[in-house]
């Protein structure tokens, strides 16, 4: 089963604009985690943050946390190119060893 | 290079063959993750080490899959009798941290494709 809704499914913006993609989940969290996945490769780790924070940044991301609302946003700014792949959302519960993700947002940055 | 490598990269079976694939992690990491991801879907978890014990297995690994790691450092999974429906990329993780799951390193993947 898989914890993590994201959404949109797909987004195609042009390359400099923003990208958001939102992530939903069900039950409580220790920490949510942002990872990357270019076609037919493995997953990258992008950003965690804790469910004690609201926000973070890194770089051209900035990720949000409202557990209120058991949900979470990643925004890339100024988009180029290369940020095209899938991003993934992942989420650990508490007493839980592992991550579960979400189906995925297909990112695509048209130059 | 020290991250987690996997091989095959690729592998193209018939139904009903036996398969296994190999994650080799980083070096000081204690643990150790399998998941399993079908096109245009998230990862999904199948099984996962401490060193060499096996904590956690889904529902979804069948008893035709089997995953071993028995020094606590490489990790094999097998498929017996492969199906169709066990075509996906088959993806190895690993990481160091205890209590809640940390950041996970992840290979390049196993593409599994059964005829």
């Known amino acids: 089963s898989q914890q993590g809704e994201e959404d949109p499914q797909a987004l195609s913006i042009q390359e400099g604009e923003n990208a958001t993609m939102n992530c939903s989940y069900k039950t409580s969290i220790n920490n949510l985690q942002w990872y990357r996945q270019n076609s037919g490769r493995g997953l990258v780790h992008l950003i965690l943050i804790r469910s004690n924070e609201r926000e973070k940044h890194s770089g051209r991301l900035r990720v949000t946390l409202d557990t209120s609302k058991k949900s979470s946003s990643l925004l890339i700014t100024a988009s180029r190119a290369a940020d095209t792949a899938s991003y993934f959302c992942?989420?650990?519960?508490?007493?839980?060893?592992?991550?579960?993700f979400g189906q995925g947002t297909r990112l695509t940055i048209n130059p | 290079d020290t991250g987690v490598s996997q091989d095959p990269r690729h592998k193209i079976t018939k139904r009903g063959q036996n398969v296994t694939f190999r994650c080799d992690p980083i070096s000081e990491h204690n643990r150790l993750y399998w998941y399993r991801q079908t096109l245009g879907q998230g990862p999904e978890f199948l099984t996962y080490f401490q060193n060499e014990a096996q904590l956690e297995k889904s529902r979804l690994l069948s008893d035709r899959f089997s995953a071993e790691r028995p020094k606590g450092s490489f990790s094999t999974l097998e498929i017996q009798r492969t199906e169709q429906g066990d075509s996906a990329m088959y993806l190895c993780?690993?990481?160091?941290?205890?209590?809640?799951?940390?950041?996970?390193?992840f290979g390049e993947g196993s593409r599994l494709t059964v005829l």
């Open positions: 993780a690993s990481s160091l941290r205890g209590g809640s799951a940390g950041e996970l390193f």
């Open positions: 992942a989420t650990d519960t508490p007493g839980a060893q592992k991550l579960v």
